[in-house]
């Protein structure tokens, strides 16, 4: 197991919602670094799409650090 998933686990509970210990965007984050998406290799501008997804996600964790704060 890659040493950033250690200790992730993941479950559905009895309405069928997923619930996990980590961060969705750290999830996110963490599957758009190392696995392929089939339906977006082709595409010519697939680096701006990732480069977009990785300003979105840092926009939302600094949002989310900045409530914790207050």
Known sequence: MNEELKGFEIKINEFGEIKSNMDVNK????LNRNVEDKKLKDREDLDDIID???EIIKDQTDTEESTKDD
Request: aromatic letters at 14%.
């Open 27 to 30: 999830l996110n984050d963490f």
């Open 52 to 54: 977009k997804g990785q």
